[in-house]
């Protein structure tokens, strides 16, 4: 399978507790993005890398969000102090040029 | 700002109509580009189409079609002879600029129930 994975494809956690999530972009695609969807709810644009930088970040991005794409290859998502809040699927999209941009599965995140 | 708007929240036919999902969209660029997305109840955003705006030409994939018209800033999405297998939610969504066109602004989608 050659698509954009996603790991863990969901994750329960406490309040308070910190998370990280993974994407594993298609290959050769030199642009990741992430999305956060809430039920009954389009995606909403978090942030944007092209290969290492991260070029963008909405203002839905706390400060309690970050993400890395370290090596240009796989990006990685970390959200510290979990609230209620945050409870929403969390999706990974990639691109190259004038393909895509690609979804991921998601990574379904409850926090209690 | 960019806008995507999806007015119909959910559509029922029965098998083998023919259906058309509405999408309007507002944006101040001249280049830009829409995408439609399929989700189905697994929940994966499939990738079903990407137009940009310098391409006004309909477009047609099997039983899928596409109208875009930029004079009323729409761009439909017409399934012919629904299945079953067409029920999901549909998202229109709109990226402003060709150098980062997967930063898109999504509707709130459309749910389509095909009933055998």
């Known amino acids: 399978d050659t698509g954009v994975s996603q790991d863990p494809r969901h994750k329960i956690t406490k309040r308070g507790q910190n998370v990280t999530f993974r994407c594993d972009p298609i290959?050769?695609?030199?642009?990741l993005y992430w999305y956060r969807q809430t039920l009954g709810q389009g995606p909403e644009f978090l942030t944007y890398f092209q290969n290492e930088a991260q070029l963008e970040k909405s203002r839905l991005l706390s400060d309690r969000f970050s993400a890395e794409r370290p090596k240009g290859s796989f990006s990685t998502l970390e959200i510290q102090r979990t609230e209620q809040g945050d409870s929403a699927m969390y999706l990974c999209?990639?691109?190259?040029?004038?393909?895509?941009?690609?979804f991921g599965p998601g990574t379904r995140l409850t926090v209690l | 700002a960019q806008k995507v708007t999806q007015a119909q929240t959910e559509i029922s036919v029965v098998e083998k109509e023919d259906v058309t999902l509405d999408c309007v969209y507002e944006?101040?660029?001249?280049?830009?580009?829409l995408f439609w997305y399929k989700q189905p109840p697994s929940g994966e955003l499939v990738f079903l189409i990407r137009r940009n705006s310098f391409d006004e030409q309909n477009e047609i994939s099997g039983r899928y079609s596409w109208n875009f018209q930029k004079s009323t800033s729409s761009f439909n999405f017409t399934i012919t002879a629904s299945q079953v297998v067409d029920s999901a939610v549909y998202f229109c969504a709109l990226s402003e600029r060709d150098t980062n066109a997967g930063k898109s602004t999504f509707g709130d989608g459309t749910t389509l129930t095909v009933k055998p």
């Open positions: 290959s050769e695609h030199n642009r």
């Open positions: 999209a990639s691109s190259l040029d004038r393909q895509g941009p690609y």
């Open positions: 944006t101040r660029d001249t280049t830009y580009y």
